[in-house]
């Protein structure tokens, strides 16, 4: 089969258009920031960004003016707390107005999981007499045929575009992750699109000596782009820790519009690419970040020829 | 081992002891507001096998559970942990090192569907920016002027971080427990928004609902501790913090809130449970200064 692997310029350029609807999925770990700063430097604009954590990286492209609607569980810089620009587009509408279309978690993930299985909707346990279905309609309630009582529903959730970021995979797309594994499996095959950024690009044999850490396979993937530290701030589990520095220095710098800007032009917009971004970080950062080692014990897959 | 060891600490720190033994341990142990929740959340915990757990005063309050009175805790994390070992203090509930050393690292559909809504989790622990009478929680808005809720929820005065996975796990949890810094601005007679259900209008409000879980059962803050009532599922004051006055707290909530029963005081930590905290737990003193 043919390599798909490809520059994050062409990956984002063929994949991400206008108007799309985009989900760089990744909780806490493997948020692809590679990604979304490139997003931001080809100008893209109205795209629809689902998240269940928007995190740094979205709080940084709609700061960046590239969104116009926000579908999200949880809008806070983790452990840290409040995501400054977004806040200022919901409260004050700068640099924009933004909608909103708020779930809880367990409504995010069921939506993906609506979406990946081709479902009409999905049903949980949640809801029941909570504020948030009088602020979001597509939360409803239906009558279980079986027992007749209420039970919570969302809708699918179909991304024209997911991208996740992973520790390694094939040059088709046969994708490793592990750690966190979050909404990513949901989210990818839920996706019309789907783009893998990986810390490596490994062999078709790397990937077959260890399926069960197959997440996503190569059929659903249209591009694979190796990218190291792609992840930066967030983190990598078994390659690089999070910036927890940078989280707070975000949490200082984007409570003011014009210190927001700046950075996203230092850093982004002057940057050519992710490895241009490395480059330009301390290199003690990757010291600091390094989390030594803790390799599982192997198993055997056993040879049954 | 870990049995001997937990019926020494049942006997030793349950907060049976009399009330010269609390006032002695006040006044040999100098500790701090934090601690003081952190410890009385802790033996909340006492026999608990599972918690799912938030990041700050709750997850130390998990860590020392496990040391002294829930020897068999396990941790559970909306990220799709189950079992954490944390070696540090976590950042955020999807740090790195809750994974490093888990009994198991799961997808979130997982940890959603068969661990909480399969009704695994015997604990949770909330909090949010107010809480009313009956437990119900807001994450979500502080409202501005505009009136109604579609109109406040659409210009907020302040837009907090949302429900993330609260509102789930108030309503399927098997008990919820919160922790609040005690203050008039969040202990207030009506919600801006509902995030979390508690017990709605209280009485048998979720039971009429079919809400799966308890819901909440203690609230803890750095005063005292309340507790809600069987019929009503009212909040009351069931304990106050070694020096608070009964006013001290009535005046820092929004409504005419009643003592349970006879007022008693709240345990003082041991100098063991701090001794772990300070040395152990939290030695930068992060989350316990």
């Known amino acids: 089969m043919a390599s798909k692997v490809m520059s994050m310029q062409e990956a984002i350029a063929s994949h991400v258009h206008d108007g799309d609807m985009v989900a760089i999925e990744g909780f ?8 979304g700063h490139e997003i931001i430097r080809q100008g893209r604009r109205d795209l629809v960004l689902c998240r269940m954590t928007p995190d740094l990286i979205y709080d940084q492209m709609i700061a960046a003016g590239c969104a116009r609607k926000l579908i999200f569980s949880y809008l806070g810089n983790p452990g840290v707390g409040s995501l400054h620009a977004i806040r200022r587009a919901v409260e004050k509408g700068i640099p924009a ?4 279309e708020e779930y809880s978690h367990f409504g995010m993930v069921s939506r993906y999981t609506a979406g990946a299985h081709r479902l009409p909707f999905y049903p949980l346990h ?8 009088r602020v979001n309609p597509k939360i409803r309630f239906v009558e279980s045929p079986y027992d007749g009582e209420p039970i919570a529903v969302v809708p699918p959730l179909n991304p024209d575009v997911v991208i996740i970021h992973a520790q390694r995979a094939d040059r088709e797309g046969n994708t490793h992750l592990w750690g966190l594994l979050g909404v990513q499996k949901e989210a990818a095959f839920a996706a019309r699109r789907v783009i893998v950024v990986v810390e490596e690009l490994v062999e078709e044999q790397v990937i077959r000596s260890d399926p069960n850490r197959t997440i996503i396979p190569s059929l659903i993937v249209d591009a694979v782009v190796k990218e190291p530290f792609g992840a930066h701030p967030s983190y990598v589990q078994g390659y690089y820790d999070r910036d927890n520095q940078f989280y707070l220095q975000w949490d200082e710098l984007s409570r003011d519009e014009t210190s927001t800007q700046a950075w996203l032009e230092e850093w982004i917009i002057a940057v050519k690419d992710r490895a241009e971004y490395v480059q330009k970080l301390d290199a003690s950062a990757w010291k600091r970040l390094s989390p030594g080692e ?12 | 081992m870990n049995e001997e060891r937990s019926s020494q600490t049942n006997g030793t720190r349950s907060g049976e002891r009399n009330a ?11 500790y701090t507001r934090n601690e003081m929740m952190i410890v009385t959340a802790s033996r909340a915990l006492a026999g608990t096998r599972t918690v799912f757990v938030g990041v700050g005063l709750p997850n130390i309050a998990c860590n020392l559970a496990r040391r002294t009175v829930a020897p068999y805790l396990e941790l559970i994390y909306e990220s799709g942990v189950y079992g954490a070992r944390p070696a540090r203090l976590p950042l955020s509930i999807g740090d790195p090192t809750l994974v490093s050393d888990a009994l198991s690292v799961c997808s979130m559909q997982d940890l959603f569907g068969l661990y909480l809504q399969g009704g695994r989790v015997q604990v ?20 501005g002027a505009a009136g ?5 929820y659409a210009r907020p005065k302040v837009r907090l971080p949302g429900s993330g996975g609260a509102c789930e796990i108030a309503i399927q949890a098997q008990k919820v427990f919160i922790i609040m810094r005690l203050s008039k601005r969040g202990f207030v007679d009506r919600l801006d ?14 039971d009429s609902l079919g809400l799966p879980g308890m819901g909440p059962q203690l609230v803890v803050t750095d005063k005292c501790v309340f507790v809600f009532d069987q019929e009503s599922k009212e909040m009351l004051i069931s304990s106050l913090h070694p020096g608070v006055e009964l006013s001290e707290v009535q005046q820092e909530v929004g409504w005419q809130v009643q003592t349970a029963g006879e007022l008693k005081q709240t345990a003082a930590p041991t100098d063991e449970e701090i001794h772990l905290l300070r040395e152990e737990l939290d030695p930068q003193g992060i989350h316990i200064g």
């Open chain 2, 20 to 30: 010269s033994d609390h006032h002695e341990t006040y006044k040999m142990t100098h």
């Open chain 1, 28 to 35: 806490t770990a493997c948020i692809c920031f590679a990604a």
């Open chain 1, 126 to 133: 949640s809801y029941t007499g909570s504020d948030l279905p």
């Open chain 2, 193 to 206: 928004f509902l995030t979390g259900p508690g017990h709605l209008h209280g009485g048998d409000a979720r």
């Open chain 2, 148 to 152: 109604s809720l579609e109109e406040d």
């Open chain 1, 294 to 305: 803790a390799f599982a014990e192997p198993v055997n897959y056993g040879r049954y020829a």
């Open chain 2, 124 to 143: 949770a622990f909330l909090g949010g920016a107010q809480i009313d009478r009956f437990g119900n929680l807001n994450t979500t808005i502080i409202a």
């Open chain 1, 97 to 100: 107005p933004l909608e909103i």
